[in-house]
C-alpha cells in the first residue's frame, strides 16, 4: 500500500512572456536555464512527454532557477509529494 501526499501551488508573475513558446522552444530555454545554474545536463532526463526530470534534491540552484523562469513571464506551479510505501 502507498499513501501519497499531494501540495500544489501556482505562481504567475506579472511580468508576461515575449510570446507563446512551443513545447521544444520552451524545453530548450529550460535546458538553457539549467546550464546557466549549473546544474549538470546528466542530471537532467527529458520524457518526450513534456516532463524534464532533475535527480537529486531541489537546491538553491533549482529555486534560481524557477525565479528565472518567473522573471520571463513563465507561469510556474510547485509540486510537493511525498510517497509513504507501507507493507507487511
Known amino acids: 500500500m502507498t499513501l ?3 501540495k500544489s501551488v ?3 508573475c506579472d511580468n508576461q512572456p515575449s510570446k507563446q513558446y512551443t513545447d521544444e522552444e520552451l524545453k530548450d530555454m529550460m535546458l ?3 546550464e546557466r545554474n549549473g546544474i549538470d545536463r546528466d542530471l537532467v532526463q527529458y520524457d518526450g512527454n513534456g516532463t524534464l526530470s532533475i535527480k537529486g534534491e531541489p537546491n538553491l540552484q533549482v ?3 524557477m525565479l ?3 522573471e520571463m513571464g513563465l507561469r510556474t506551479k510547485y509540486t510537493k509529494q ?3 510505501e507501507i507493507a507487511c
Open 4 to 6: 501519497a501526499f499531494t
Open 10 to 12: 501556482s505562481h504567475t
Open 32 to 34: 538553457q536555464l539549467i
Open 63 to 65: 529555486h534560481s532557477l
Open 68 to 70: 528565472q523562469a518567473e
Open 82 to 84: 511525498t510517497l509513504i
